[in-house]
């Protein structure tokens, strides 16, 4: 199979540090196997060159939108009327509009787009919606699951009746991904939400990955270390941080003093930053490698109160053989076992007893490790992501295309 295929992202996919980033890299690797892949993807060209030459090997052509030196400000009353979520104040942009054009994506056998944001041109231009029979959205997040909660959970305010008309707007824009060829998901909980809101019917879960590549690191760390690894710019990272270091944090440090939270991930706000001033918190923000992070730490934690899709920060803890903490949706989508391969706790005073309990027995962190890296290999190493998208590949080319 020798096919021309045309790749969308809103962020360019290297260096795969970030989750987003990370799954972008797998799937590049994927269909770089089965013909010639274009990259289009949003981004600075002069700041990004540096790393075109590792996308070369993958890649036929790079190309680039760069909507910054474009961009029209559009009023909030704006976008309210055209139905516009928050969700697509990046990707509405002519900028993007002309290098789709420019890439020629008529030419292409298959054009594959990162996130449902990025395919909004082709949902909305005249020209573009003939190619929706050979398209292929993944949909990863299901950023309406996350305002679905973030709804729930709001007292009834001025922000309350915005976030419902967002909530509104985003599912109207959802709808129009039912012509598309195909819907990729990371996990079956965002497939029966896809199915059940009739967005599309031909929804595939294709599971995150993290190369587990005989990863062994010397031995269990005995200090007593946290780590809180993510995306800080990114609401649900930012907000399990925030509920981690006011309401979690401080119970483990009244049992363990010499305990250290070390916070890793780029995009860090000031505010974040400002975590740094209290008493055993680390914030190291971005880091070029995380190895030396994982190696020294005892724990890792991911205490999510939102989010969607499958947390790859669990994926990578369990790699490095690390044990983990986190909420039920921070483990969701996820087939571990509360317990077994991973600690689930939803309430501050529980979370703390897990994290206290796996910090003080060195003997029931290898348990858990060795547990987690077997369910590592089994379920989520890349062999089985590759195997997953050829099933799912096979699924879609012999089963023809819409329309067609």
Not at 74 to 101: A, G, M, N, Y
Not at 148 to 175: G, P, Q
Request: hydrophobic share 40%.
């Amino acid at each position: 199979m020798n096919l021309n295929i045309l790749y969308l992202t809103p962020s360019f996919p290297y260096p795969p540090h970030s989750g987003g980033q990370l799954r972008s890299w797998h799937f590049l690797r994927y269909f770089a196997g089965k013909g010639k892949v274009t990259l289009l993807a949003i981004g600075n060209p002069v700041r990004l060159d540096p790393h075109v030459p590792d996308l070369k090997k993958l890649c036929d052509r790079i190309l680039f939108a760069d909507p910054e030196k474009f961009k029209v400000f559009q009023s909030r009353t704006q976008k309210l009327l055209r139905l516009q979520p928050w969700l697509l104040d990046d990707t509405v942009d002519d900028e993007i509009l002309r290098q789709i054009e420019q890439a020629r994506p008529e030419e292409y056998d298959l054009i594959v787009i990162r996130y449902a944001e990025m395919a909004y041109h082709f949902l909305t231009n005249a020209r573009l919606k003939n190619l929706l029979n050979k398209t292929i959205v993944d949909v990863d997040d299901m950023d309406t699951i996350i305002l679905e909660r973030e709804f729930h959970d709001m007292e009834m305010s001025y922000r309350k009746l915005t976030a419902y008309w967002d909530l509104v707007c985003l599912k109207h824009y959802y709808r129009k991904l039912k012509p598309i060829r195909a819907c990729f998901v990371a996990g079956k909980k965002d497939k029966d939400h896809l199915i059940r809101n009739r967005v599309n019917t031909d929804v595939f879960v294709v599971p995150n990955t993290y190369e587990v590549n005989g990863r062994i690191l010397n031995s269990t760390s005995n200090s007593p270390e946290i780590l809180f690894c993510g995306t800080l710019s990114y609401p649900p990272n930012h907000d399990a941080l925030f509920y981690f270091c006011n309401q979690i944090f401080p119970t483990i440090r009244e049992t363990i003093p010499e305990v250290n939270l070390t916070v890793i991930g780029k995009n860090a706000t000031q505010e974040i930053n400002h975590l740094g001033d209290q008493a055993g918190i680390t914030v190291a923000g971005y880091v070029p490698c995380v190895d030396p992070y994982y190696e020294k730490t005892s724990i890792v934690v991911v205490p999510l109160l939102n989010g969607a899709g499958t947390r790859i920060k669990i994926l990578e803890a369990m790699a490095f053989q690390r044990p983990v903490v986190s909420t039920s949706i921070g483990a969701e989508g996820l087939e571990v076992t509360n317990g077994k391969d991973i600690f689930i706790a939803d309430k501050p005073m529980e979370f703390a007893q897990k994290c206290i309990e796996l910090l003080r027995n060195p003997d029931e962190r290898r348990r858990v490790i060795w547990n987690a890296y077997q369910l590592m290999k089994e379920k989520y190493d890349l062999p089985v992501f590759y195997q997953a998208m050829d099933n799912v590949f096979e699924k879609i080319m012999n089963g023809g295309f819409k329309n067609a």
